[in-house]
């Protein structure tokens, strides 16, 4: 008996959706990813051809736990994480510079996790409120700081930005317990889909969070040594500078070599390295916070924290820096014709570094807000009194810089967007006219809502060359602003005081500031949601799909990686039911499609023999071949087709036309379309299935898009052809119809 194996999408779909029967059993897995049958004594457990209905549900992996939507506030390291595999398919020495350029572009990420809290608790409040009187009034919760002396009110703050590292510590051990655990004996090389080691990320990850962990909290004995080691002129202050010094750079050095880094095939000194470095990183980071306790002279804070300011703008223009170079590098050695010529990681890298901006300046804002008790708390305000708290003059640049790309956005959905609208229409309309020949005489209107659904779905074929317009400009205007955030400029002293511009760039950094806060309250808010209603938890889920499909090979702090576990997982179900259960159809919608082609490849030969695949609303070559040309290519879906029909050269005869994949699509499908390989056979399906209101309805068939495929006459025409290769062993192409189609 052949079994139908269906892999749902993004989202969290429940596998009563998935097979369309209301009662199933869990036949193995565990709650949190699953496989699942229909209850036997209730009857319609099979499918088209008499296939055995099986379900495999992976959503509570990333949408099913309402805790994991706090995971929000981790998007700069997953896109941090993302950004290594949207690399070009480029030579063996520029994939390592990339790599390497990438993963010291991650650790900064780490560094200004950690200045985000420096600068709440120890500079807002240990050092600047502390100090004053007015601030300290009223607020009970901050009377153990009042009798202390200056270092050890720092050293007293110091511990929340500590916390903070270790709760990311903490949550970094228990996903790579939980995710990146599943067993994987098979070695290889990693880099590939098809390589069973390149869904085992645990010994590299464990490394890289060593690394992570040291450069974390050395970042936090960096600031603190830089406030009391030049007041104190103490050679114990001097010797614990030189060992933070030592553990960072050591640090960002580690990540560049290839004998640590190496998923598969590190040295051996790779690992105890990299845990005696966050274990060297914890002892220091507690004899820091103890040289800060220790008696000093008289001393009174004023003014912003000593360094702190200096750290976070150099910190940035590294950053901005390295994803100069990474963009450079990309340009050189970029095949002619990749898609955002190559840039795709540095665009993405970049607007990670954004957002992590954007979060640090809206926190800081808000807490300034709270501990002035004044409604506009910035420092872009011309006021005659001083505001008793400032954040850094760096975080101008940042609100500055939301405003301009909030500006940007809508101007280029304007002039490109509506002209991009009006050409898609008119393509849409021959579509529509070709599918329902007559149905815009008999009804335009209808006729038009079809042409809008198969316009919006193509919108996506373009919205990356629009996002280029939007953060080129923004990216050249970062720099601009780096350059004079180094020299000490802010940006309402670029204006003379009082004058109208300076007003009106004071008037942009206080909106920036309100407007960045107001985003980061409303990722707050969905992940508080999330908690209380599933709806909230699928969208959150609809991000984290997307982008924890790749492993944590950059940022080992990100969301964990759900492929780890379910292409394994996957391949071992589906080989035992090829090779024990009559065979198996891999049939997966939308992202299940990308899981259901990378499980093919892990399949051993006997069970690719009596395995076939069925994708529908797959974004294989739309986006992953686009976004990924390193990872999916014509190559590698060329192989998936090749090994299902057992081409050992990777290559079919001439005259076979994939046998054993077929891959439905419609225009109105704004993720799926058709693979465009030699060994996967492409039907498009006509959407809606029909015109006119049919005979005993009252309303018009609806257009399905992105879902619904399983509903379809051909989707179980699909499933019949598939089930007859693998019944009688043949290497002929399966028949396949379209659905019917009326023009009446």
């Known amino acids: ?19 369309d029967r209301p009662l199933l059993r869990r036949v193995a897995g565990d709650t949190e990813a699953g496989f699942f049958r229909p209850r036997a004594e209730y009857g319609a457990v099979t499918g088209p051809g008499g296939v055995t209905l099986e379900a495999y549900r992976w959503g509570n992996l990333t949408a099913g736990a309402a805790a994991r939507a706090l995971w929000l506030l981790l998007l700069p390291f997953m896109l941090a994480n993302v950004a290594i595999w949207l690399r070009p398919d480029v030579g063996v020495r520029a994939r390592a510079t990339i790599r390497a350029l990438t993963r010291v572009f991650a650790l900064t990420m780490t560094a200004s996790f950690v200045l985000s809290f420096i600068e709440i608790s120890m500079d807002l409040v240990g050092w600047q409120c502390a100090a004053q009187a ?11 700081l009042v009798d202390l002396t200056t270092s050890r009110r720092l050293a007293v703050t110091a511990l929340v930005p500590a916390l903070a590292i270790a709760f990311l510590w903490f949550l970094g051990r228990r996903t790579w317990a939980r995710y990146e655990a599943f067993p994987v004996t098979t070695d290889g090389d990693g880099d590939g889909l098809a390589h069973p080691c390149f869904w085992n990320g645990r010994p590299l990850v464990g490394r890289l969070r060593s690394l992570h962990i040291a450069v974390a909290f050395g970042t936090l004995d960096a600031v603190l040594l830089g406030v009391l080691v030049p007041h104190d002129r103490h050679l114990a202050g001097y010797a614990l500078a030189a060992a933070t010094a030592v553990i960072l750079l050591a640090a960002f050095v580690a990540v560049t070599l290839t004998a640590v880094v190496h998923r598969d095939a590190p040295a051996r000194w790779a690992k105890p390295f990299t845990r005696v470095m966050s274990h060297a ?61 190559g840039l795709a990681g540095p665009l993405i890298a970049s607007t990670g570094l954004g957002v992590a901006a954007a979060f640090a300046a809206a926190m800081a804002y808000r807490v300034a807000d709270l501990l002035n008790r004044r409604a506009l708390a910035t420092t872009a305000d011309y006021a ?50 070709a599918d329902f020949r007559g149905g815009r005489q008999r009804d335009p209107e209808r006729a038009r809502h079809i042409d809008t659904a198969v316009a919006d779905a193509l919108v996506t074929d373009h919205v990356g060359r629009m996002l280029v317009w939007v953060f080129v400009p923004t990216a050249a205007a970062a720099v601009v602003a780096t350059g004079f955030a180094l020299l000490g400029r802010r940006p309402i002293r670029l204006a003379d005081s009082g004058s109208v511009a300076a007003e009106v760039m004071s008037a942009v950094v206080n909106l920036g500031t309100y407007l960045i806060g107001l985003a980061a309250f409303a990722l707050v808010f ?22 924890t499909f790749w492993p944590r090979s950059a940022h080992p702090l990100a969301p964990p990686c759900y492929a780890e576990r379910v292409v394994p997982e996957l391949a071992r179900r589906a080989g035992w039911l090829a090779a024990e259960q009559g065979g198996v159809i891999l049939s997966g919608h939308s992202q299940g499609s990308v899981l259901a082609a990378a499980t093919v490849l892990q399949l051993p030969p006997e069970a690719q023999a009596r395995t076939t695949l069925l994708t529908y609303g797959s974004p ?26 057992r081409a050992e050269d990777g290559v079919l005869d001439a005259g076979q036309h994939s046998p054993r994949w077929v891959n439905l699509w419609r225009d109105t499908d704004p993720i799926g379309g058709p693979v465009q390989s030699p060994t996967a056979r492409d039907v498009r399906l006509a959407d809606p299935p029909g015109f006119d209101i049919a005979a005993g309805d009252t309303v018009f068939p609806k257009v399905d898009g992105h879902s619904g495929y399983q509903l379809r006459p051909a989707f179980g025409a699909a499933v019949t052809g598939l089930v007859a290769v693998l019944s009688e062993g043949s290497d002929e192409t399966p028949t396949v119809a379209n659905p019917p189609v009326s023009a009446s």
């Open 281 to 341: 990183a914890v002892v220091l980071t507690g004899l820091v916070l103890a040289y800060s306790c220790l008696g000093r002279d008289p001393w009174q804070a004023s003014g912003r924290m000593p360094v702190f300011s200096g750290t976070v703008t150099v910190l940035f223009a590294v950053q901005v820096l390295l994803m100069l170079v990474l963009g450079g590098v990309v340009l050189a050695t970029r095949p002619r014709g990749t898609f955002l010529q």
């Open 620 to 645: 294989l070559r739309r986006l992953y071949a686009r976004f990924f040309p390193a990872y999916v290519n014509d190559a590698v879906l060329g192989r998936i087709g090749a090994v299902l029909a």
């Open 1 to 19: 008996m052949v079994t139908e194996l269906r892999v749902h999408g993004v989202t969290g779909t429940p596998a009563e959706d998935v097979l």
């Open 134 to 144: 007015r601030c300290l009034e009223g607020r009970g919760y901050l009377a153990v």
């Open 384 to 433: 005659e009194t001083p505001l008793l708290l400032e954040p850094p003059p760096a975080y101008e640049w940042a609100a500055a810089g939301f405003v301009l790309l909030l500006v940007l956005a809508v101007l280029v959905g304007l002039v490109m967007g509506m002209p991009l609208v009006r050409r898609l229409r008119r393509y849409a309309r021959v579509v529509t006219d």
């Open 526 to 547: 969905i992940g508080v949601l999330a908690y209380r209603y599933q709806r909230f938890r699928r969208i959150v889920g609809v991000l984290w799909d997307l982008g």
